[in-house]
């Protein structure tokens, strides 16, 4: 099986990467009360870092023409009804379980090629510790670049 590694952004990644080591969780993601102090380090951000990956490397195949019935990744409330994402709990959200089985496993996603990068895995596992904060409307639609957008 040929795996290909899409890497892109790498400076930024790492940038944004630096000081933000997922640790075994650092506490439970208290949403910053309004009017308090910005938090020091800038929170990922769904539209920058997430959404490319779950349209590059997710919805080729998690859409509703290919796999009809588990349009999982279109918006925030279709990832948490099937447990892709469970704010705050990214030991327990299937979007990052499936990504870390062993590549060879049936379960391992994605199956073929795009497999992602380490940096990837550690973006989606912050934001997700962060309460996976995703917009809704058409920034927050993520959808395959391919399919014809009405
Ligand atoms: C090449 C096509 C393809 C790609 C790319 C792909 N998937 Fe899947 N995925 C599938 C298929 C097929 C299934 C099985 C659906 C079923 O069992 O009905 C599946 C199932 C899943 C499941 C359910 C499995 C379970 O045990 O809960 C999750 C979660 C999942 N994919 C996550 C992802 C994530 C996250 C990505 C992107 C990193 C991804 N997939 C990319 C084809 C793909």
């Given at each position: 099986m040929k795996l290909i590694r899409v890497v892109f952004g790498i400076g930024t990644l790492s940038a944004m990467l630096a000081g933000c080591v997922?640790?075994?969780?650092?506490?439970t993601p208290a949403?910053?009360?309004?009017?308090?102090?910005?938090?020091?380090k800038e929170a990922v951000s769904f539209t920058k870092s997430i959404k490319p990956i779950l349209s590059n490397?997710?919805?080729?195949?998690?859409n509703v023409e290919v796999?009809?019935?588990?349009?999982?990744?279109?918006t925030r409330d279709s990832a948490l009804k099937s447990g892709m994402i469970v704010p705050g709990k990214p030991d327990l959200s299937r979007i990052l379980t499936v990504i870390k089985?062993?590549?060879?496993?049936?379960?391992?996603?994605?199956?073929?090629?795009?497999r992602l990068s380490k940096e990837e895995i550690a973006l989606l596992r912050t934001w997700i510790t962060e309460g996976a904060n995703w917009p809704g409307g058409k920034a927050g639609r993520v959808e395959p670049a391919f399919i014809p957008q009405e």
């Open positions: 997922p640790k075994e969780e650092e506490a949403p910053a009360p309004a009017g308090s102090p910005a938090p020091k490397k997710c919805t080729i195949c998690h796999l009809p019935n588990r349009p999982w990744f279109e089985e062993d590549p060879e496993a049936e379960k391992a996603m994605p199956p073929v090629s795009h």
